[in-house]
């Protein structure tokens, strides 16, 4: 333990005099986040040297190996070191499905030239990723999927098309399932691929949603090169490494759940509605609506961290645990956006101007729509829970 409280003071004192006081106030927009990037530009010098700063000690993923450019940090110190920039304010200092997702499954499944090329990439934020999975038939049945990668000798050429590819119109690669085997069944015969988006024949083009803005686009192939050396995992198993990819992912989504630093839903309806005779909101069914979520949402703050002790113990978790995180979480941070919005009254339905911050409030509850679809739809997740869990019966 004396180690471990060592690390803690040591690990505060630099984040304390390395952590520029900018990356220290609370995210007030998306230009607040880092996504790095060949294309990115910073915000500010302080975005800049905090990314660096960090980068440079492996702590943008601080449990990965060294030798990939990790942190090389045992489970509990990378919980210390959560818990000091927590306390501390600290932003995260990147953004990226390359450290939520792709390189999990890299350190599983990829060959020791594919860590060494991609994973240090990642970790200084040098290569932003996307992820080519759902296609416009092939969503919660993603099996199904159609994209096809003929083997051309040293290399596969891809054709198809992927759509609700988050930012695929700034990632610089993509992590993509592809049909290798057309006369397989459809679990089996699905291939996982790399490749560079500025490949000839790769193009993008943005989905609006009804929100008024989107992260999403549809995203086309046609006749890409792609390496073989850019295979990961073996022929035709890459429903295996798909798999593993979502339950990273679905803990990434889950996070939604918690609000972190946000000011508390209570104080929120305090400053708007004001108080009854009695120092209570005065608003009866608001303020049991938000009782019950407030209650809730500090359940699902317990859960996680459990979740999380569990890790650091070696405790050997349930897979389909993640299916229940992002499960709750995608229903809590809907529910989250409604009570703002009936908080917000009808200011809050306000959509272009710059009182309403060009109506982020309603946007933001709009976007949240999709929580419960993104990642597998929260129905999805109800029937893994059910059976993978529960061990309830098929229908």
Known sequence: MSSLADFRRETRAWLEANCPPEMREPIADESDRCWGGRNWTFKSEAQRLWLERMAERGWTAPTWPRAYGGGGLSVAEAGVLAAEMRGLGCRSPLDSFGIWMLGPA????????????????????????????????????????????????????????????????????????????AGAKKHTGISFLLFDMQSPGVSTRPIVLISGKSPFCETFFDGVKVPKGNLVGEPNRGWDVAKYLLTHERNM????????????????????????????????????????????????????????????????????????????????????????MSIGGAGALEWESDRSDEGA??????????????????????????????????A
Request: aromatic share 8%; with cysteine; net charge neutral.
């Open 106 to 181: 890299l350190l599983k499944y990829g060959t020791e030239e594919q860590k060494l090329e991609h994973l240090p990439k990642i970790v200084r934020g040098e290569i932003r990723w996307c992820q080519g999975y759902s296609e416009p038939n092939a969503g919660s049945d993603l099996a199904s999927l159609a994209t096809r990668a003929e083997d051309a000798g040293d290399h596969f050429v891809v054709t198809g098309q992927k759509i609700w590819t988050s930012y695929a119109n700034y990632a610089d690669w993509i992590f993509c399932l592809v049909r290798t085997d």
């Open 253 to 340: 989504i889950s996070g939604i759940g918690d609000r972190g630093a946000a000011p508390a839903l209570g104080v929120m309806a305090a400053e708007r509605i004001g108080l009854d005779a009695e120092g209570r909101l005065d608003d009866g069914v608001l303020r049991s609506r938000i009782g019950q979520f407030e209650v809730d949402e500090a359940a699902f703050r317990l859960a996680i961290r459990r979740f999380g002790e569990q890790a650091r113990a070696g405790i050997q978790v349930n897979p389909a645990y993640s299916s229940a995180l992002k499960y709750y979480g995608s229903e809590l941070n809907k529910r989250r956006n409604e009570l703002l």
């Open 361 to 394: 409030r309603a946007r933001d509850w709009l976007r949240s729509k999709a929580n419960s679809i993104e990642g597998g739809t929260s129905e999805v997740q109800l029937n893994i829970i059910s059976k993978r869990i529960l061990g309830l019966p098929g």
